[in-house]
């Protein structure tokens, strides 16, 4: 058997990798809903491909995109791939 200090500190490690993860998960959900409220502000309704296609890109994504859509002339503007 495993002494009860490596067992306790490979479950404390488990449970901040697990508390990392939330956290991130938690971030990306927060800016996505962000950026929703401002696409639909801004252009109306978003179908229902936009709403998927933000709820499955990363982080760094939806930043990039929200920083577009403060200015963009138009929803497409936002997606645009440079």
């Known amino acids: 058997m495993f002494p009860d200090n490596i067992i306790a500190t490979a479950e404390k490690r488990g449970e901040a ?40 890109a990363e982080l760094t994504t939806i930043i990039a995109w929200f920083e577009r859509a403060i200015d963009a002339p138009d929803l497409e503007a936002v997606f645009r791939v440079d």
Do not use: W
């Open 17 to 56: 990798r697990g508390e990392a993860r939330g956290e991130a998960r938690g971030e990306v959900k927060g800016e996505a809903a962000a950026l929703v409220r401002l696409l639909t502000h801004r252009f109306g309704e978003l179908a229902p491909d936009i709403q998927v296609r933000i709820e499955q």
